[in-house]
């Protein structure tokens, strides 16, 4: 055998590279995986900060943020939490959708003015 008809029996026989383009079957893709689906959030949590001394440490804490109308960053959220005990439950994206929706509320009742400090 030479090496020629080596090389062609190699390419004849080799395996087709995988199509990138083509989506792929449902059965593959883990949250599409027949009627079962991945849980996206925790079960045991609570959607809103319902509690007023959660509402009262988040104002304390970073009322400069509502002020400015800037939502705060994992950073400043986590600093939050460490400071105060009420929030302990949270984690810093509770704390940061909180103080996003004062914002929002601020802008809806026309609160919106930016304060100059």
């Not at 030479?2 to 062609?8: A, K």
């Not at 400043?76 to 940061?96: G, I, N, Q």
Request: net charge positive; proline share 9%; charged share 30%.
């Amino acid at each position: 055998m030479t090496i020629r008809s080596c090389v062609w029996t190699l390419y004849r026989n080799r395996i087709p590279p995988p199509n990138r383009n083509r989506i792929p079957p449902l059965n593959r893709i883990p949250h599409l995986n027949g009627n079962r689906r991945m849980p996206l959030t925790r079960p045991d949590r609570v959607s809103a900060m319902e509690n007023q001394e959660e509402k009262e440490a988040v104002e304390r804490r970073l009322n400069w943020f509502v002020r400015k109308l800037v939502v705060p960053g994992l950073d400043y959220c986590r600093a939050a939490l460490k400071e105060e005990p009420a929030l302990s439950s949270r984690t810093w994206r509770d704390v940061k959708y909180c103080v996003y929706n004062m914002i929002q509320r601020r802008k809806r009742h026309g609160d919106c003015a930016e304060d100059s400090d």
